[in-house]
Nanobody, 120 residues
C-alpha cells in the first residue's frame, strides 16, 4: 500500500524546536526526491524543503534556511524535518511529499499532514 505517514507535530513556544518524521511506503523510495510542504489556513500549500534521493543535496525555501534541516534514512524509509528557532509564522499543517524534482516540482505522493502550532 502506497502511503506517507507524518508524525511529530504539536504545540511549541516561539524559539522552540520540533522534529517531524515521515514514514514512507512508496515505489522506489531510495530513488525518489522527498520533501516537506506546509499550508496555513487560507493560504496555498508551499514547499518547505526537499532532499535528493541519496541525501547529499537539499533545497530550502528562504524563510526556513538556517533553521530547518531535512534528512533521510533510506534503510528505514524515513524522512525527517528538524525545525529549530520556530516562529509563529511557521504555524501550519506540514505534509510529506514524494517523487518530485529537487527545487522544481512536487511529487505525486502525499501524506495526510501533521499540525504544527507555534504559540506562547
Amino acid at each position: 500500500q502506497v502511503q506517507l505517514v507524518e508524525s511529530g507535530g504539536g504545540l511549541v513556544q516561539p524559539g522552540g524546536s520540533l522534529r517531524l518524521s515521515c514514514a514512507a511506503s512508496i515505489p522506489r523510495f531510495s530513488h525518489s526526491v522527498m520533501g516537506w510542504y506546509r499550508q496555513s489556513p487560507g493560504k496555498e500549500r508551499t514547499l518547505v524543503a526537499q532532499i535528493s534521493s541519496s541525501g547529499d543535496g537539499a533545497y530550502y525555501t528562504d524563510s526556513v534556511k538556517g533553521r530547518f534541516t531535512i534528512s533521510r534514512d533510506n534503510a528505514k524509509n524515513t524522512v525527517l524535518l528538524q525545525m529549530n528557532s520556530l516562529k509563529s509564522e511557521d504555524t501550519a499543517v506540514y505534509y510529506c511529499n514524494g517523487g518530485g524534482a529537487l527545487g522544481r516540482r512536487q511529487g505525486n505522493y502525499w501524506g495526510q499532514g501533521t499540525q504544527v502550532i507555534v504559540s506562547s
